[in-house]
Each structure stands twice: as structure tokens, then as C-alpha cells.
């Protein structure tokens, strides 16, 4: 009984406009984070044309420096899309969507720190924010403004794939390139969703790479020239 309402419970938190006091209107925010192939703007998509579909005035933006698919579109790994509009800086969002129900945020993780304050401005002028973006980079770390806008979200939403090399949850997004730049737009033939523990021995594969192991010659040095015979 306990799990059939825990399971009820998952599938609740994906249908989020229920929780509204109507005498004091405010906005919120939504994140929905994971690792690269999780889902994650697929869930946006979702969230956002079932808002259309209840004709709220809807805007979804995206950072100009996602070309990956389409110059305009938010467009999903399988390829579900929504028109969306491209801004080179967070400020751009708070002048934009001044007039919206809704807003949808696609690739948060590419914008400036100010996509935090922005969002919570809007919320407090009663918009609902939705947000997607990675939570972490290649290397593992928190990504960008990512846990600041997790932090201050009313509801945050950990989407997973499906790990290539061991079938688990993954939610480490492992680069297959050497490249080392922290912005690397790619799809699956520069990264690969991998669980904890395949994330690990493939990092830990990378290191073992680049040590550089000498010679045993050289370890051993130079031959210590024999001691004179002292009189």
C-alpha cells in the first residue's frame, strides 16, 4: 500500500499548477536537471505545451549559443521541439517575458549568474518559471548558476539516463573528446551518459593516460662510478 502511494506521489510532482492560492497570486519555480540524454528538455517541452494547450500566454528562451539543432527552436534529442527565442544574456529574459503565464528556460547551465535574480523576479511577479539545464559539467562539477537556481526553486526535478556501459541510472555526462573546454555543444559522438562507478573507472582510465611513466633506466639513474681504494 505504502509503495502504490510513493509511486502516486512521483507521478504527482510532474503536474505542478494544482498548488495556487488564489487570493495571493505568485509565481514559482520548476528545475529540471539531470546528465546530457535524461530527458530533460523533453520534460520542458512537455510542461510547456500543456500550458499552451490551456492557451496561457507561454515564452521559452534559450542561451544564442545553442545551435546544435535549430538557430530557434528548442529542440530535444528526439527531436520534439518548441519555438523558442535565442538571447545572448540572462537581463534579456526579465524585459522578454514581462508579460508571460509561463516561461519555459531551456540550457540554463550556459547562462550568466544573473539567470538566478532573474528568475526569482519573475516568479515574484507571479510567472511560473520552468528551467532545464545540466546539473553538473564533464568533470563532475556544479555547473554554472545551475544550484543557485535549484536552491531557490520550489520544485526540483533529477531526471536520469541510461548508462551505455553498464545499463544503471547515469547522471554523469562523460566527455569521449580530450577537448578541455567547459563549453562543448556536442550529442552522442562527444558524449556518453555513464553511472557513478563507470564514470569513475573512466576518469580514472583518463589519469592513468596521461601519467607519464619513465623508463626503468632512467628510474635507476645514472651508475654510481666505483670508490678509489683509499691508502
Known amino acids: 500500500m505504502r509503495g502504490d502511494f510513493l509511486?502516486?506521489?512521483?507521478?504527482?510532482?510532474?503536474?505542478?499548477?494544482?498548488?495556487?492560492?488564489?487570493?495571493?497570486?505568485?509565481g514559482w519555480i520548476e528545475?529540471?536537471?539531470?546528465?546530457?540524454?535524461?530527458?530533460?528538455?523533453e520534460e520542458l517541452i512537455r510542461r510547456l505545451k500543456r500550458a499552451q494547450f490551456a492557451k496561457q500566454n507561454v515564452e521559452i528562451f534559450k542561451p544564442a549559443v545553442d545551435i546544435r539543432y535549430d538557430d530557434e527552436m528548442v529542440v530535444s534529442h528526439d527531436a520534439n521541439q518548441i519555438r523558442s527565442?535565442?538571447?545572448?544574456?540572462?537581463?534579456?529574459?526579465?524585459?522578454?517575458?514581462?508579460?508571460?503565464?509561463?516561461?519555459?528556460?531551456?540550457?540554463?547551465?550556459?547562462?550568466?549568474?544573473?539567470?538566478?535574480a532573474v528568475c526569482n523576479d519573475l516568479?515574484?511577479?507571479?510567472?511560473?518559471?520552468?528551467?532545464?539545464g545540466l546539473d553538473m559539467d564533464f568533470k563532475g562539477n556544479p555547473f554554472g548558476p545551475m544550484p543557485a537556481l535549484m536552491a531557490t526553486?520550489?520544485?526540483v526535478t533529477k531526471v536520469h539516463a541510461v548508462c551505455t556501459r553498464?545499463?544503471?541510472?547515469?547522471?554523469?555526462?562523460?566527455?569521449?573528446?580530450?577537448?578541455?573546454?567547459l563549453?562543448?555543444?556536442?550529442?552522442?559522438?562527444?558524449?556518453?551518459?555513464?553511472?557513478?562507478?563507470?564514470?569513475?573507472k573512466a576518469m580514472l582510465k583518463e589519469k592513468v593516460k596521461d601519467i607519464?611513466?619513465?623508463?626503468?633506466?632512467?628510474?635507476?639513474?645514472?651508475?654510481?662510478?666505483?670508490?678509489?681504494?683509499?691508502?
Request: with cysteine.
Open 7 to 26: 509511486i502516486d506521489a512521483e507521478k504527482y510532482k510532474m503536474f505542478l499548477e494544482n498548488t495556487v492560492n488564489y487570493k495571493e497570486q505568485f
Open 31 to 41: 528545475v529540471i536537471c539531470g546528465s546530457m540524454f535524461s530527458g530533460k528538455t
Open 85 to 116: 527565442t535565442p538571447v545572448p544574456a540572462a537581463a534579456n529574459i526579465r524585459i522578454l517575458a514581462d508579460t508571460c503565464d509561463v516561461i519555459g528556460i531551456d540550457e540554463a547551465q550556459f547562462f550568466d549568474d544573473e539567470i538566478v
Open 123 to 132: 516568479a515574484n511577479k507571479g510567472i511560473r518559471v520552468i528551467v532545464a
Open 153 to 155: 526553486a520550489e520544485y
Open 166 to 181: 553498464t545499463g544503471n541510472l547515469a547522471q554523469f555526462s562523460y566527455r569521449k573528446s580530450k577537448k578541455d573546454d
Open 183 to 200: 563549453v562543448l555543444l556536442g550529442e552522442t559522438e562527444e558524449y556518453e551518459p555513464l553511472s557513478r562507478g563507470a564514470y569513475y
Open 212 to 231: 607519464d611513466v619513465k623508463d626503468s633506466q632512467e628510474v635507476l639513474g645514472k651508475e654510481k662510478k666505483p670508490k678509489k681504494d683509499q691508502k
